[in-house]
């Protein structure tokens, strides 16, 4: 049976039966197991390994399995060092990628895609030295050159792959790497040579508090107030909540649609019409607007924001895919325009973003991003460069809500990576139900096609014009009446199979979607967390440490080193200044941080009502489902309950 949708020769597979084929596989075998085919095309983690299965015996099939000779010495050494402790996928993120991302080899989208290749090509388990190997040739070919690390990429090159940075072998082999690293979040201060006698204390740079730094001119904007009701704090957290609605039934905005493929000087691009009636701007208008833009595009935009906005929820993109001599199939492109869309939509519900000026170009322009944006003065500095942060915020709402949020933001973060696996696993749930209703469907149109067959023939079996067999004066046609009733029953399976159909495409194209628009904000709370780390680096306690010496080598020499020479003196004071000046400028920087990430944690919060938005839809399709099979077997039983005769 080719043309099932899990492209098997079982009619049956279910793609559950397949999770207890399984066999042990010695540690030293030669071959790769080849590609399952069921769960192919997923743009998440679809194999039933996530399900902690094992690895799927295709041992009979030995004309597929890959041979793997000339592993590079790097790659022996990684296994050597961590063949005893890696058994699982999260021991390869936990002892490898973790290690990959600390030393900027590769990034967490880059481990996303890598993760989905080791689980869609079935390279599992890793305790298998030659899947193991093979990991790390993917591995090795993304750092080597980025985009390249895929399974195509993988078979062509497996005896010539790049060895990996040696940097992060010495740190596997050794060990080190861990206690040398400092998190910029989870560290107060930032490697210095001014303070490498001191210990470091372990808090929270970004959110913790620095009003102990005074700033110059004596202006101490921290000075704390006498306690404030929590009502103001109760409305000004409300007032911040209440500019998100990430709901998808209230306000799914935009719509995407692809266009016909445009010859390019080398290869053939895809282009994509964006439609909505937004009205974007101080000044924008009214109307329908429609401009076309690239995957390209997309992708200058999303660095554009994350370089801008680097302390927002930013939503994710989908992958581009990377294919050598063939243009990609539809089912990704389908799932890459969804993805699109719901980046889009994501971005037009987000109070800040939505009023950036390149936005509202990008949504709104229907000239050529490329040739804009040669035109285009784009301010590309940070969202709050030259602003300072509210005083109300520093002496009012933090003095309340600081300690707790700091509590609430660091719990999210330790959860956040779970949660993530868990609604993955979730959405590769929902995915398997669509796939199996598409089965049952096909399997209903084949028992249409079986009673068809068979009321062609059975009259030959059971004639029903023999006087002998019938007797002379019988006037009962048993078989046409039984005919008749199989024709029911075929009309029975016609219409379910529709159902189906419809479910199917219900689940597929709505509340799939809608799983997967939550995965996506779970996703961009993990990136703004890992961001917040890397980029919310200080140096205010060193410089304060600097600025007290100083001032005491200032006074001292002043009053009793008469030899100095006031220039000398001069020069001094100035490098104070200049301190203390760095002081005020890293401290306001601090507490906008501190704002922008109090902000973002609060409208996260409204996405909580997605989860409800999804399972209400959920059940509520369920329900009418099953209410229409329950009407089509009703209407089934009584056409032939009475009808089909059981004896003459």
Same mark, same amino acid.
């Given at each position: ?5 899990? !492209? ?24 790769? %197991? ?14 039933? !390994? ?5 690895? $799927? #015996? ?90 390249? /690390? ?11 792959? +790049? ?28 490697? %210095? &040579? ?19 730094? /005074? ?23 409300? %007032? ?36 909505? #009636? ?28 994350? !370089? ?19 243009? +990609? ?30 936005? $509202? ?18 301010? =590309? ?5 030259? *602003? ?67 009321? &062609? ?13 019938? /007797? ?10 039984? =005919? ?5 029953? %075929? ?45 919310? $680096?200080?140096?205010?306690? !060193? ?5 007290? *010496? ?28 200049? #301190? ?7 401290? =306001? ?16 919060? *409204? ?8 399972? $209400? #839809?959920?059940?509520? /399709? ?11 077997? *009703? ?14």
């Amino acid at each position: 049976m080719s043309n099932s949708i899990y !492209q098997t020769s079982d009619p049956w597979e279910n793609g559950w039966a397949t999770e207890n084929n399984t066999t042990n596989q010695p540690s030293h075998s030669s071959t790769v %197991s080849p590609l399952p085919v069921y769960g192919q095309g997923s743009s998440y983690l679809t194999s039933s !390994q996530l399900l902690n299965t094992t690895n $799927i #015996d295709n041992d009979d099939d030995e004309e597929n399995t890959i041979s793997l000779s000339n592993v590079p010495e790097s790659y022996l050494k990684v296994h050597s060092a961590l063949s005893e402790q890696l058994s699982t996928v999260n021991d390869l993120e936990s002892l490898v990628f973790a290690r990959l991302i600390q030393l900027d080899f590769v990034t967490n989208y880059q481990k996303s895609k890598i993760l989905d290749i080791i689980y869609d090509h079935n390279l599992l388990p890793l305790t298998i030295e030659n899947n193991f190997y093979q990991v790390l040739g993917l591995i090795a070919l993304e750092i080597d050159v980025p985009g390249s /690390g895929d399974y195509v990429t993988l078979q062509f090159r497996l005896n010539n792959l +790049p060895q990996l940075p040696s940097k992060f072998v010495d740190a596997v082999v050794n060990g080190s790497g861990d206690s040398d690293f400092i998190d910029p979040l989870n560290a107060r201060l930032a490697k %210095s &040579s001014l303070v490498e006698d001191e210990p470091v204390k372990l808090s929270d740079p970004i959110l913790a508090d620095h009003s102990s730094a /005074g700033l110059i001119n004596n202006d101490n904007i921290v000075n704390r107030p006498d306690p404030v009701d929590n009502s103001y704090i109760t409305k000004h957290v409300n %007032s911040i909540r209440d500019t998100f609605k990430p709901l998808i039934n209230a306000n799914d905005l935009i719509k995407i649609k692809e266009v016909p493929e445009k010859e390019g000087l080398l290869f053939k691009h895809i282009n994509y019409i964006i439609t909505h #009636d937004l009205v974007l701007g101080m000044n924008g208008h009214g109307g329908t607007k429609k401009v076309i833009r690239r995957y390209s595009d997309f992708v200058w935009l999303l660095e554009f924001l994350l !370089q801008k906005y680097p302390f927002r929820v930013i939503p994710g993109l989908p992958p581009k895919k990377f294919s050598v001599g063939s243009s +990609p199939d539809s089912q990704f492109l389908q799932r890459r325009r969804r993805g699109l869309h719901r980046f889009l939509n994501q971005l037009v519900k987000h109070p800040v973003l939505k009023q950036e000026p390149v936005v $509202i170009t990008f949504l709104s322009v229907p000239t050529d991003i490329q040739t804009w944006r040669k035109q285009a003065k784009i301010d =590309n500095s940070i969202e709050f460069k030259g *602003e300072k942060i509210s005083t109300n915020f520093i002496n009012l709402i933090w003095p309340k809500i600081g300690e707790e949020f700091l509590q609430n933001w660091q719990g999210a973060e330790k959860s956040i990576n779970k949660l993530i696996e868990i609604w993955t696993k979730t959405v590769l749930l929902v995915e398997r139900y669509e796939k199996r209703q598409q089965q049952i469907s096909y399997d209903n149109g084949k028992f249409v096609e079986m009673i068809n067959n068979f009321k &062609s023939l059975n009259t030959k079996l059971y004639p029903n014009e023999n006087k002998v067999l019938l /007797g002379e004066n019988s006037t009962k046609d048993d078989i046409n009446l039984i =005919n008749d009733s199989l024709g029911y029953i %075929s009309e029975f399976f016609n219409k379910s199979s529709q159902t189906l159909i419809d479910d199917s495409y219900s689940i597929n194209t709505i509340i799939l979607e809608k799983f997967k628009n939550y995965l996506d904000y779970l996703y961009s709370l993990q990136e703004l967390f890992e961001r917040t780390k890397r980029l919310s $680096i200080n140096t205010i306690d !060193q410089l304060e440490k600097r600025i007290r *010496e100083n001032e005491a080598k200032y006074n001292k020499s002043s009053t009793e080193d008469a030899d100095v020479k006031g220039a000398d003196l001069a020069k001094l004071r100035q490098v104070i200044i200049n #301190d203390k000046q760095e002081i005020f400028q890293q401290l =306001n920087r601090d507490w906008l941080i501190k704002n922008c990430c109090f902000e973002e944690f609060l409208m996260f919060q *409204e996405t909580q009502y997605l989860i409800s938005e999804l399972w $209400i #839809d959920w059940s509520k /399709g369920r329900f009418k489902f099953q209410e229409k099979l329950f009407g089509l077997h *009703e209407n089934l039983n009584n056409e032939i309950a009475n009808d089909m005769p059981t004896t003459r």
